[in-house]
């Protein structure tokens, strides 16, 4: 019944979008706003990431066109346009996200799209991008499959899963003593598995032995035997990739049993991982932290003050806040309000972008080649150790909690 | 290795220990009730998020914690029963036995988003940060010496009340006979809400000790009904005994397997190991034991 | 003691009884015969209160109990020894008897109750840790016998109680069955070999799709030709 319904309601807005004409642009741009339409997964599965990006993203307007004033276009004689969300909840649904962004191309009408978020959404919804000739600037859209599309009006932000740990492994290099040996442990789960696969050889590349492997299912409570296997591996690193909820009982049974190491690192070492667990000495990666200043980060601390966000605990929103500023970036080097000339300039090669923690390029897919921050909490709190350039302290090495 | 082989044995009775408790519970609805509650791992779920909730808030003791909880998972059972299975019977068989497989589900999904909801989708558990005592290269936590010891304590304590006691006899005698029982004046529908009521006050129990050692969050109950599902016919239907042993043999199997061969296999072991005894033993492991 | 008037009975959508009346004296041994299917264990059901009247009275030492639980029977002295025993088969043989005595009134006479039945039956002494389903068909009866026994009852329903009986062991059963009558039990029995059950009875009552179609003392019935037509030339 409901998927009767829906079909029909899919059906109903891809006619109204064949009839809609193809680029339905404002005769005069300079009177404003500039609309942004943008889903968001504000309840269902993927929510304990996002559920306050909605308020963000109302905070971010009213804040962008209060501190910057809005988005300078040329002919508009020096007055800024000021920005506007359409915005939706898409349940953490790709269908529903899809037809959301079908109903914002048709009925809305907006100008452009960010979002959404989420390798499962950018997939289907990148068509949407296509269809209506529409560029977006994604977010948390981190699978290579996505961009390999061919795709025209499609980037997106996130940290690449060849790039994760580079900073990592690079600052392995001059740490003492050196590490010689590595054991992964890898949740069964398509990113997680990516991750490992890609830093493994890196690892071995730069002399750090695979001294073991193993891969476990999320249901997974009893560690006994890795944990058992880990110790008789004596590894220098031990590098759990996997996603932060499932990996809790696994750490917690690591300090029960003793574990040793140089290290131990957690590509996603979390706010909510380390309230359940001592997180003490562990490294790991972050897509941004509050205090790495850059471009626009005052606009974006501010936002995340009164969000009353911590980056620490929502991992990605560093992601979803660079795609509003990667957008107004692009409308401002066009220069006008041209979607064909925007989504041009997004996938420019070489062109440089700006976000709050730094400068980065698009690759040939139109993802963003953003490497991760390395950090270690040390006192309960992230501290970036890598790269050096925006370092917050040093790395304790080797890590002292798990000596 | 005789180190590793301890090691092993005591995360695998622990684990094991857990398993059967969740399918006591089980057992005994289904053994006088004759309704899978696939809700019944969820519960436990629950139970532990609760117990880890009023642990972090008033900092009680996990006794004082599953004797509360117990108390409200036995009104929780009382009504469930009264006011959504007890009507299904009403139903003729094709419909009731769809019936509750709808109304178990569906309170799977709603007590889940509900939990969710109140309490957030995270992991939680209750954290005893006691010491350990170390023999040799083998490490045990007081904590798990408190479950192991609160399994052995319960199981006795379920066996006591179901063998000596007038109610716990009468949900064996109704599971073994039921006409047998009416005879003997045991009111049938009494006994059932009663039994659902103790069946949720033992996943309660289950769920407090279980947080005190693997976390839980309200989507992670399911395979541990499938597992208590395999238990129960490892052991025999209403087999105490058989489903302890059941439990054990499961636990130490996914531990062991996880070590000589590979983890993402452990989760495994209970359905081969289900298929496996079937096979060779249709009766289940409790017929072997004569 | 016991009189039933116009009884109904229905399974579901199924009338298993029609029409049924019989009465039962204080320490007479009654019988209830009849065809299989003729409705004899559902009339047991009935009074025990497992099964519920759709119609007419059963009236016990002067109540009407038609729909009353059966717990609140076998508290006023009612208990049934029903077809095919129905034990408790993974339950020891002492723990099946101890169920009989459920009901709240009976619990104080558990350890009394037990000797005496252990007395008629002394087999059932020896077996008593092994469980039921380990025992012999007969054994098994006795203790469906002993069960009921166990709320000290002054009307015993018995339900075919020698189907599937060794012949040495319901020598055995009658005799016992005798020296409960002895006692003052009354006893209301239904059996389909018609020779064993009027050796037992002194008066019968013969249904028919679930309606009393004959009744008479011994004598009476085995000199009724309609009687004799129905049952003695059969077996
Ligand atoms: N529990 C029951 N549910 C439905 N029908 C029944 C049930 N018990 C007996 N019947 C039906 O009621 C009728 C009488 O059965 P019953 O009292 O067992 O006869 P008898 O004991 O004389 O053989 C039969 O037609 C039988 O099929
Ligand atoms: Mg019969």
Redesign the interface.
């Known amino acids: 019944m409901r998927t009767t319904l829906f079909a029909a309601a899919l059906g109903a807005a891809a006619l109204l979008g064949a009839i809609a004409p193809a680029s339905a642009q404002r005769t005069d741009p300079c009177a404003g706003p500039i609309t942004f339409g943008t889903t968001i997964s504000a309840t269902g ?1 993927n929510s ?1 990431l996002s559920d306050r990006w909605m308020k963000m993203t109302e905070i971010f307007e009213e804040e962008f066109n209060r501190m910057a004033g809005g988005v300078a276009l040329s002919g508009c004689g020096g007055k800024k346009v000021p920005i506007k969300f359409v915005m939706y909840d898409d349940q953490s649904v790709p269908a529903t996200a899809v037809s959301l962004y079908e109903k914002m191309a048709t009925v809305d009408r907006v100008d452009l799209f960010v979002g959404p978020d989420w390798s499962t959404h950018g997939f289907p919804v990148s068509q949407i991008f296509e269809k209506y000739k529409t560029p977006s600037v994604m977010s948390n859209v981190a699978t290579p499959r996505v961009y390999e599309q061919g795709f025209k009006y499609i980037t997106g932000l996130a940290f690449h899963a060849n790039t994760w740990s580079q900073n990592y492994f690079e600052s392995l290099k001059n740490v003492n003593p050196q590490p010689k040996s590595v054991f992964w442990i890898v949740h ?1 789960n398509l990113i997680a598995k990516t991750v490992y696969e890609i830093h493994k050889p890196i690892a071995e590349k730069q002399g750090i032995k695979t001294v073991g492997e ?4 999320p ?8 944990i ?2 880990i110790r ?1 591996a004596k590894p220098d690193i031990i590098y759990i990739s996997s996603f932060d ?1 499932v990996s ?2 696994l750490v ?1 049974q690591m300090r ?3 574990v040793t190491a140089m290290d131990v690192h957690h590509i996603m070492a979390t706010g ?1 991982l380390a309230r ?1 667990i001592n997180l003490e000495g562990v490294t790991g990666e972050l897509y941004w932290h509050e205090g790495i200043k850059g471009p626009y980060s005052d606009i974006a601390l501010k936002v995340l003050e009164r969000a009353e966000i911590k980056l620490f605990d929502y991992l990605w929103t560093g992601g979803r806040l660079d795609s509003y500023f990667v957008m107004i970036q692009a409308i401002e080097k066009v220069g006008k309000l041209d979607r064909e000339a925007i989504a041009t300039a997004l996938r420019a090669p070489g062109a440089k972008w700006k976000r709050p923690g730094g400068e980065f390029e698009f690759d040939a897919g139109g993802l963003s080649k953003i490497v991760a921050f390395t950090h270690q909490i040390q006192n309960g709190a992230p501290v970036i150790i890598a790269p050096a350039a925006q370092a917050t302290g040093t790395i304790k090495w080797p890590s002292p909690t798990w000596q | 290795m005789t180190a ?1 082989i301890a ?2 044995v ?3 009775l ?2 094991g220990g857990l398993y059967a408790l969740v399918a006591f519970g089980l057992s005994l609805i289904y053994g006088v009730v004759r309704i899978l509650n696939f809700a019944h791992g969820t519960l436990l779920a629950i139970g532990g998020i609760a117990a880890s909730i009023i642990f972090a808030v008033y900092k009680l003791n996990p006794v004082l914690i599953a004797v509360v909880l117990v108390l409200v998972f036995l009104v929780f059972g009382y009504l469930m029963h009264i006011y959504l299975l007890d009507p299904l019977k009403k139903r003729n068989p094709f419909e009731a036995t769809i019936g509750t497989v709808l109304v178990t589900v569906g309170l799977l999904l709603i007590i889940s988003d509900l939990a969710a909801e109140i309490a ?6 209750i ?1 005893l940060e006691f010491h ?1 005592y170390i023999v040799g290269e083998v ?1 045990i ?1 007081r904590a798990e010496l408190y479950i192991l010891g609160g399994i052995t304590l319960f199981t006795i304590a379920l066996h006591l009340f179901l063998k000596k006691t007038w109610f716990g006899r009468a949900i064996r005698a109704v599971t073994q006979s039921p006409l047998g029982a009416n005879i003997c004046g045991i009111r049938s529908k009494q006994i059932h809400a009663q039994t659902v009521a103790v069946g949720c006050g033992i996943v309660a129990i289950a769920g407090v000790l279980w947080s005190l050692k ?2 839980v ?1 309200p989507y ?1 109950g399911f ?1 541990l009904t499938v597992r208590a599902f395999t238990i129960i016919i490892l052991g025999g239907i209403g087999n105490l005994v058989g489903a302890l042993l059941a439990g054990l043999f499961l ?1 130490l199997a ?7 061969w ?3 296999w ?2 495994a072991v209970s359905i081969v190991l289900l298929l496996v005894i079937l096979v060779v033993f249709p009766r289940g492991l409790a017929s072997v034991r004569k | 003691m016991l009189e039933i008037r116009n009884l109904v009975v229905d399974h579901g959508e199924l009338r298993a009884i029609w029409d049924v009346s019989l009465d039962v004296e204080a320490g007479e041994r009654v019988g209830l015969l009849g065809a299989n299917g003729a409705g004899k264990s559902t009339t047991l059901g009935a009074i025990l209160g497992i099964y519920k009247a759709s119609g007419g009275h059963i009236r016990y030492k002067s109540a009407e109990i038609a729909n009353r639980e059966a717990v609140q029977n076998v508290e006023a002295g009612i208990a049934l020894v029903p077809e095919g025993r129905q034990l408790f088969p993974e339950m020891k043989v002492r723990e099946n008897l101890e169920m009989g005595a459920y009901p709240r009134s009976a619990r104080g006479k558990v350890a009394e109750n037990l000797d005496r039945i252990f007395d008629l039956f002394p087999i059932l002494r020896e077996k008593q840790n092994q469980n039921a389903n380990e025992l012999s068909g007969g054994q098994q009866q006795m203790v469906a016998i002993g069960r009921a026994l166990m709320s000290s009852p002054q009307l015993l329903l018995l339900d075919e109680p020698f189907l599937g009986v060794a012949p040495v062991i319901i020598e055995e059963v009658m005799a016992a069955l005798n020296r409960l009558a002895d006692q003052g039990v009354t006893f209301l029995l239904v059996e389909q070999n018609i020779h064993r059950a009027m050796e037992f009875v002194e008066r019968a009552y013969v249904i028919e799709n679930g309606r009393t179609v004959l009744a008479g003392s011994k004598q009476q019935l085995l000199g009724d030709p309609e009687f004799s037509n129905k049952f003695l030339g059969l077996d």
């Open positions: 599965t304990t069964d193993e891969i476990f299912a249901t997974t409570r009893d560690f006994t035997g890795i058992l296997k008789a909820a809790v009982p917690q029960q049993l003793r909510s359940q | 590793i090691q092993l005591i995360s695998g622990l684990l957030g989708p995270t992991p939680k558990n954290p350990a490490i936590q693997f976390p969050d992670g395979d636990g996914e531990v062991f397997t996880s070590f000589l590979a983890s993402d452990a989760p």
